[in-house]
């Protein structure tokens, strides 16, 4: 989430914020797990009771940084609803979630990895979700899958086609491709990412699944 350039930050709300940026570069370097409260409010430029002011816990903070300084999955997912049955059709809607699912997967991932090398760490995580309100990752597909069902509804999907399936290949692809591009870190083997531009993934992704999911008179997407 960008900053407002017109609207400087100041007091809480700018401690605030450098205790996120602070954060996610300390859970994207060394792991949620080996991140303590003490580092990141070294790293803010604040005490440890400041940063207690504004977050009642690490995981608290972590939930922060997912919605506030990682590239916005959920929004894209939030907005699809309204969209089934305008002009722009399933195939720019599904590209343009799909590009998002491979940035938020991309820049997430270092961060959360560490949660599932502790089982504790990971209980006391999704605790924290239900405290907060937040839902959990089984959304995004739950989402997706509501907006193939309305297209489904208006002919545009394929009544024979699983909207959940189909919603879950698309999410598997879009974690699959983010997973490579950090396990290669930009050193991938010739032909290891196809295509090789995430845009291009994005869209050829989402026309392959399309090819299954459009009614058979259907001949463009």
């Known amino acids: 989430m960008s900053h407002d350039a017109a609207a400087p930050l100041s007091g809480g709300a700018l401690t605030r914020s450098r205790i996120l940026d602070a954060a996610a570069t300390l859970m994207t370097s060394v792991g949620l797990a080996h991140t303590t409260t003490k580092q990141i409010a070294k790293a803010a430029g604040c005490s440890e009771a400041a940063l207690y002011k504004h977050f009642r816990s690490k995981e608290e903070i972590f939930v922060g940084v997912l919605h506030e300084r990682v590239p916005q999955f959920s929004d894209a997912l939030t907005e699809l609803p309204e969209k089934a049955g305008d002009a722009r059709g399933p195939a720019t809607h599904l ?14 991932f270092p961060i959360a990895a560490s949660l599932f090398a502790s089982p504790e760490l990971l209980a006391t995580h999704r605790r924290k979700l239900d405290e907060l309100g937040t839902v959990g990752p089984h959304n995004a597909s739950r989402q ?11 002919g545009r999907i394929s009544a024979s086609a699983d909207p959940h399936a189909a919603a879950n290949l698309l999410i598997g692809a879009c974690f699959h491709r983010a997973f490579l591009d950090l396990f290669f870190d930009g050193e991938a083997p010739a032909g290891a990412l196809r295509p090789a531009d995430e845009e291009e993934f994005a869209a050829e992704t989402v026309r392959a699944l399309l090819g299954g999911l459009m009614p058979s008179d259907t001949s463009d997407t």
């Open 95 to 108: 590209g343009e979630v799909a590009l998002a699912a491979v940035r938020f997967y991309r820049r997430s």
């Open 144 to 154: 997706l899958a509501a907006y193939l069902e309305a297209e489904q509804g208006l």
